[in-house]
């Protein structure tokens, strides 16, 4: 294969979309009372062996937002089995070019958001996961052998034991 066809390929390959990433959530606590508003971190973890272009906005919002509006959504699930419907105003903005950071393999990026904007009202057990997709519909190009991330991901699952409030 001729120089000039390797580097074609390469270049083909770094802008593809489909980089190796994970989604990972953790819990401030494992338990809460009726009422309080549990903190979530949320990472974006390079997994791959080469440099991902990640919107590092993270723009929390229904999943049923306008993706320019939303990077990152929940999916909650309370302990009676139904999903909590995500319930507050958000005045979103539109993702810019200083929003987007290389992340080198091995490295991570994150926020940690507060569950606030859903009604965790029954005591018991509620399962989170979230999920995440740049929802920029014209991100900056990814700078040179650098892979821009994409496609969607999931998080892990954890679990939130919510206790009644005592009087």
Request: include cysteine; proline fraction near 7%.
């Amino acid at each position: 294969m001729s120089a000039c066809a390797a580097i074609l390929l390469s270049l083909i390959a770094a802008t593809s979309g489909h980089g190796d990433a994970r989604l990972e959530i953790e819990l401030a606590h494992a338990s809460m009372v009726v009422g309080e508003a549990p903190l979530l971190t949320i990472r974006l973890r390079n997994t791959s062996a080469g440099r991902l272009w990640v919107n590092t906005r993270f723009g929390v919002n229904s999943e049923s937002a306008v993706p320019d509006f939303r990077d990152v959504w929940f999916d909650i699930v309370g302990p009676d089995g139904r999903r909590l419907n995500f319930d507050c105003q958000v005045k979103g903005r539109l993702a810019t070019a200083s929003d987007y950071r290389i992340v080198q393999p091995g490295d991570w990026v994150g926020t940690v958001d507060s569950l606030s904007c859903f009604k965790i009202g029954l005591p018991g057990t509620y399962r989170i996961a979230v999920k995440y997709r740049d929802g920029n519909s014209t991100p900056p190009p990814a700078p040179l052998r650098s892979v821009h991330l994409t496609e969607q991901i999931e998080s892990n699952q954890v679990q939130l034991r919510v206790l009644p409030s005592t009087p």
